[in-house]
């Protein structure tokens, strides 16, 4: 007998099959009943190979439930257990909610017109089902590491036939593009070689946008952050996406990264991990697609002190100013470059590049209270550090009063940052009067 998967029997194809041999050893044996005559040796032969057919299948039912007690039997993490059948799962898949399900059970829930989260309650916008790569391998990982030996095709190789060895490979290979010039090169190299020898590596260069998203997916919710980020290969994973993917591969790696920045902790791993060039070289490209959610993930990034010491090393003061002046997502940028603007160097570069005019240029023109707070914000921080800057401030009053304006009718915030900088013109002015 061919070697059995526990999972044979809730296959659609196997129960397909058990419905068609059912059907074919009726009309057998309606046959060899209703016949007056001797009946045929082909057909009882034949209604012999149906039963046998039927008994193997019998087997491997009762094999698959024995696998089930016995993995039942052992401590399963419950994080590992489907939340409908409570079993541990072999094909782990999301909703759109985020939650996690065995592919059977959740599909039999979907199939029974259901079309709601069985956990959450939540109306499902779609109903597709996302492998769950991550939780898939946690969970071979864990029957590996306690001697189970699960016949289960999923566990070991996916829909595109991608045995967990070369997925760790490709993992390995792409970790090591995040390495040094020539360790990446020496990488890069291999990849294309793999590439071109083995389909299941190019494979594996299709699934990524379903990795990434599946990242997206899981760390939506606030228990998974932590677990995600803290997972080898994961934030160098999405690193590389943010490279080397689609463009929507990229924007749902930049997507990931600000959902995990959601705690502090995993703001300093993401920021050590060196992901913020890329997302600096990917607002710098400027796709539209992409700009709100890598503006988002380095704004979060960069609300503790040591990732905006690196987002100024990696550029990011004259790609965000740039990107101001042609009147890009002014509000994000604008935010991002207020928290910047506490760090010498990015005060440095800001005057370089002529930030003065476009922030005045700003205050005038906007209508948005918090763009002109974060702009006066900004040039307080230029005048207190550069004071060859106090003369086109001074210039700006006086043609059109704009910081006297923003002293009366600011932001709170705005107000005193604008009143401040007035002060200092007025004894300036004063000084050189009295000169």
């Not at 007690?69 to 072999?90: A, Q, V």
């Not at 189970?148 to 390995?172: K, Y």
Request: charged residues 30%; hydrophobic residues 40%; aromatic residues 2%.
């Amino acid at each position: 007998m061919a070697k059995t998967d526990v999972n044979d029997f809730s296959d659609p194809t196997v129960m397909a099959k058990v419905t068609e041999l059912k059907k074919e050893l009726q009309r057998l044996v309606k046959a060899i009943v209703d016949d007056d005559e001797d009946c045929s040796i082909e057909s009882i032969d034949e209604a012999k190979e149906k039963l046998c057919a039927l008994k193997e299948l019998k087997q491997r039912r009762n094999q698959r439930s024995l696998s089930l007690k016995l993995l039942d039997s052992l401590t399963c993490p419950e994080e590992f257990r489907c939340p409908l059948s409570k079993e541990l799962m072999r094909d782990p898949v999301m909703l759109a909610t985020g939650q996690t399900y065995d592919r059977p059970f959740i599909q039999k829930w979907l199939n029974a017109g259901n079309r709601t989260c069985p956990l959450t309650q939540q109306v499902l916008p779609h109903t597709i089902l996302t492998p769950n790569h991550l939780v898939r391998g946690v969970i071979s990982q864990w029957c590996r590491s306690r001697g189970i030996e699960l016949s289960d095709s999923v566990l070991n190789i996916n829909d595109e036939g991608v045995t967990d060895a070369v997925r760790d490979h490709f993992l390995s290979l792409l970790e090591k593009m995040s390495l040094t010039p020539p360790e990446q090169k020496k990488a890069a190299k291999e990849l294309r070689l793999l590439t071109k020898r083995m389909p299941s590596f190019r494979a594996l260069f299709d699934l990524q946008e379903d990795v990434i998203t599946t990242l997206l997916n899981l760390s939506i919710h606030d228990s998974n952050k932590k677990l995600v980020a803290e997972t080898p290969k994961v934030i160098p994973l999405l690193t590389e996406a943010l490279r080397s993917g689609t463009i929507e591969t990229r924007t749902n790696a930049a997507a990931t990264l600000f959902t995990l920045s959601a705690l502090d902790s995993n703001k300093a791993l993401i920021g050590k991990s060196g992901a913020l060039k890329p997302l600096i070289d990917l607002l710098e490209e400027g796709h539209p697609l992409a700009m709100k959610d890598v503006a988002s993930a380095i704004f979060s990034l960069c609300m503790i002190h040591e990732n905006r010491s690196r987002a100024v090393r990696d550029g990011a003061v004259r790609v965000i100013l740039t990107k101001i002046m042609d009147r890009m997502h002014v509000d994000e940028l604008l935010a991002i470059l207020a928290m910047l603007s506490s760090h010498p160097k990015a005060i440095e570069e800001m005057g370089e590049v002529g930030a003065v005019p476009c922030l005045l240029s700003i205050i005038r023109e906007s209508s948005c209270g918090r763009n002109k707070e974060n702009c006066i914000a900004i040039l307080h921080s230029i005048c207190l550090n550069d004071r060859t800057k106090w003369k086109e401030l001074r210039e700006e009053e006086n043609t059109y009063g704009t910081i006297s304006d923003l002293a009366k009718n600011g932001t709170s915030r705005a107000k005193r940052k604008a009143s401040s900088i007035l002060e200092r013109l007025n004894r300036i002015v004063n000084i050189i009067h009295t000169s």
